[in-house]
């Protein structure tokens, strides 16, 4: 079992939708990350979380330290939200472990 | 501040050869952390530096080698290349490890 499973693995929408991704982990974490990666692979920070809820834009992001849970949600989608989103947590170790990413595709 | 940069951003080298990638780090970090992305994964953890010394290391074979320099800006070296090794090569960088401010990545192709 990976230490950093995200759901769903693909996700397409229609512009305008809710979105939602989600993040499981299974090890003792100092923070959550929530990053963006755009064909051509450069990743962009998008939060950095140990607890609670983050907002920038028509991004949210939620954690629950209890329950090792973490959601990603997007309001209004856009097509130029299309990307790759990748859930990695900073452990004990302070190296990143990554989940396998969400690809999602909004559609106009 | 132009945050993290890499170089170069692609490059080709053929089985058995040596390569040197490059990282600057964003004004200010301290840490450098490297990581290798297979097409269609997430990134694995290659190594990470911290006062010109590596802190920490990922499951990756002696082939892979690094250097921090004192204006903390760093070197990945990958010697006796073989085809699995390509992949983009994604640099980060950090205060004490905390945080993690990516660049736009090179792509490695060995052939």
């Known amino acids: 079992k990976n230490e950093v499973e995200q759901s769903p693995q693909n996700l397409t929408a229609q512009e305008g939708e809710f979105i939602t991704i989600n993040c499981s982990y299974s090890?003792?974490?100092?923070?959550l990350h929530w990053l963006q990666q755009h064909p051509g692979g450069g990743i962009v920070s998008l939060f950095m979380l140990s607890s609670g809820k983050k907002k920038h834009g028509r991004l949210i992001a939620t954690i629950n330290i209890q329950e090792k849970h973490s959601s990603l949600h997007i309001t209004a989608s856009h097509p130029r939200d299309s990307a790759v989103y990748i859930c990695?947590?900073?452990?004990?170790?302070?190296?990143?472990?990554f989940g396998s990413g969400t690809q999602l595709t909004v559609l106009p | 501040d132009a945050g993290v940069t890499q170089s170069p951003t692609h490059l080709i080298k053929t089985r058995g050869q040596q390569v040197t990638l490059r990282c600057s780090p964003k004004s200010g970090h301290d840490t450098v952390s490297w990581y290798q992305q297979a097409l269609g994964q997430g990134p694995q953890f290659i190594f990470q530096?911290?006062?010109?010394?590596?802190?920490q290391r990922g499951n990756f074979p002696d082939r892979f080698s690094g250097h921090q320099f004192p204006n903390y800006s760093s070197e990945l070296n990958v010697n006796a290349l073989l085809l699995g090794d390509s992949a983009l090569y994604l640099c980060?960088?950090?205060?004490?490890?905390?945080?993690?401010?990516f660049g736009q990545g090179t792509r490695l192709t060995v052939v």
């Open positions: 980060a960088s950090s205060l004490g490890g905390e945080g993690a401010f």
């Open positions: 530096y911290y006062e010109e010394e590596e802190r």
């Open positions: 990695a947590v900073t452990g004990s170790a302070r190296q990143l472990t």
């Open positions: 090890v003792g974490i100092s923070a």
